[in-house]
């Protein structure tokens, strides 16, 4: 029977054989929900990069670039890391390079030995669920974290995630159990649950309560984003 299991920082993921595995990257706060919205929106591709100087040199490409660091955008570059930025036409048909504190680096990990990279959010839940139940591999769910730390919103996507796979896929280990756990408690006021983690705390200092609302709401898109080479796309 395929597994699927859930490794909650990419500081972890040495721990992982992901040879076998689709990899869906989750950094609900906010990379992955910009990624999701962006592809949703009509972007053609979205490639992810671990440094902001990576992220630069595609910029003198020619690619629209987002910087994000300390949940802030970094000086010199067109989009910050809110998924309402990735809602304008400009960008439609448009391909976008991105880095982000956690999320592009978590991507960037997983991609040398995964069978699959997917992106993951609540906004394509489901859609990223039914793709999954079609695969005949094993899935890890990477949390993207906060530099190395657990975070609370990512572990509950993963959790969603789970729960919805527990009929076609085997819970390997107590991560993957214990967010799924945490996802039956808070499922039904996500923003509740929330509203005194560490990352949610620090966007409300920046002002950004509507990205933090926007972010939990499930299934809005039936898109999944796959990593082609390096760059993301709509499949």
Same mark, same amino acid.
């Given at each position: 029977?395929?597994?699927?299991?859930?490794?909650?920082?990419?500081?972890?993921?040495?721990?992982?054989?992901?040879?076998?595995?689709?990899?869906?990257?989750?950094?609900?706060?906010?990379?992955?929900?910009?990624?999701?919205?962006?592809?949703?929106?009509?972007?053609?591709?979205?490639?992810?990069?671990?440094?902001?100087?990576?992220?630069?040199?595609?910029?003198?490409?020619?690619?629209?670039?987002?910087?994000?660091?300390?949940?802030?955008?970094?000086?010199?570059?067109?989009?910050?890391?809110?998924?309402? &930025? #990735?809602?304008?036409?400009? /960008?439609?048909? %448009?391909?976008?390079?991105?880095?982000?504190?956690?999320? @592009? =680096?978590?991507?960037?990990?997983?991609?040398?030995?995964?069978?699959?990279?997917?992106?993951?959010?609540?906004?394509?839940?489901?859609?990223?669920?039914?793709?999954?139940?079609?695969? &005949? #591999?094993?899935?890890?769910? /990477?949390?993207? %974290?906060?530099?190395?730390?657990?975070?609370?919103?990512? @572990? =509950?996507?993963?959790?969603?995630?789970?729960?919805?796979?527990?009929?076609?896929?085997?819970?390997?280990?107590?991560?993957?159990?214990?967010?799924?756990?945490?996802?039956?408690?808070?499922?039904?006021?996500?923003?509740?649950?929330?509203?005194?983690?560490?990352?949610?705390?620090?966007?409300?200092?920046?002002?950004?309560?509507?990205?933090?609302?926007?972010?939990?709401?499930?299934?809005?898109?039936?898109?999944?984003?796959?990593?082609?080479?390096?760059?993301?796309?709509?499949?």
């Amino acid at each position: 029977m395929k597994s699927i299991d859930v490794c909650l920082t990419p500081d972890l993921l040495h721990l992982h054989a992901i040879d076998n595995t689709i990899v869906v990257v989750a950094d609900i706060f906010r990379a992955t929900s910009c990624m999701v919205t962006g592809l949703a929106y009509g972007i053609e591709s979205i490639t992810p990069v671990a440094t902001v100087e990576e992220c630069y040199a595609y910029q003198q490409k020619g690619y629209f670039a987002a910087a994000e660091r300390n949940a802030l955008k970094v000086e010199g570059f067109e989009l910050d890391n809110s998924p309402f &930025s #990735y809602m304008d036409d400009r /960008l439609v048909g %448009g391909h976008v390079a991105m880095t982000t504190t956690n999320g @592009t =680096l978590s991507i960037t990990k997983a991609k040398a030995d995964a069978v699959k990279v997917l992106v993951g959010a609540f906004l394509n839940l489901g859609a990223v669920a039914n793709y999954l139940q079609s695969q &005949s #591999y094993d899935v890890l769910v /990477l949390c993207a %974290g906060w530099k190395g730390r657990v975070n609370l919103e990512d @572990t =509950l996507f993963a959790g969603a995630l789970v729960e919805a796979l527990k009929e076609e896929y085997m819970i390997a280990e107590d991560s993957a159990l214990m967010a799924m756990r945490a996802y039956q408690q808070a499922k039904d006021d996500l923003l509740g649950y929330v509203s005194n983690s560490s990352h949610v705390r620090r966007l409300q200092r920046l002002g950004i309560q509507k990205d933090i609302s926007y972010c939990l709401q499930r299934d809005l898109y039936d898109v999944v984003p796959i990593l082609r080479g390096s760059t993301l796309v709509a499949m």
